[in-house]
């Protein structure tokens, strides 16, 4: 069975980046949508990016257009988010997940997930 694995997480100002990534093992997941959720302190696990099996289909949250970027690197059975422009309200766990259908935005669309990495950005 896959197993994810998220690093990259860390304290950042206000205005930086960082980049998580979702590293696959067990199987390869270069053949699965893959996507990235969030969950802050005391609220629900929310969407944020997904991406198809060749990285040609993308899907946002409206929080994370025009500052993430979500991709993969099928060869290392790696997944990535490049996140710019953090904000203390992108403060939060970062979870990686395989789709296995439904909405590409529901959490209860997808499994396998990650333990997560811890996101701070501080203002």
């Known amino acids: 069975q896959v197993q994810l694995v998220e690093s990259g997480g860390g304290l950042v100002q206000a205005g930086g980046s960082l980049r998580l990534s979702c590293a696959a093992s067990?199987?390869?997941?270069?053949?699965?949508?893959m996507g990235w959720f969030r969950q802050a302190p005391g609220k629900e696990r929310d969407f944020v990016a997904a991406?198809?099996?060749?990285?040609?289909?993308?899907y946002y949250a409206d929080s994370a257009k025009g500052r993430f970027t979500i991709s993969r690197d099928n060869a290392k059975n790696t997944v990535y988010l490049q996140m710019n422009s953090l904000k203390p309200e992108d403060t939060a766990v970062y979870s990686c997940?395989?789709?296995?259908?439904?909405?590409?935005?529901?959490?209860?669309?997808?499994?396998?997930w990650g333990q997560g990495t811890q996101v701070t950005v501080s203002s």
């Open positions: 997940a395989a789709y296995r259908g439904g909405s590409i935005y529901s959490t209860n669309s997808y499994s396998r």
């Open positions: 067990g199987r390869t997941v270069s053949s699965f949508t």
């Open positions: 991406l198809n099996w060749n990285g040609r289909n993308t």
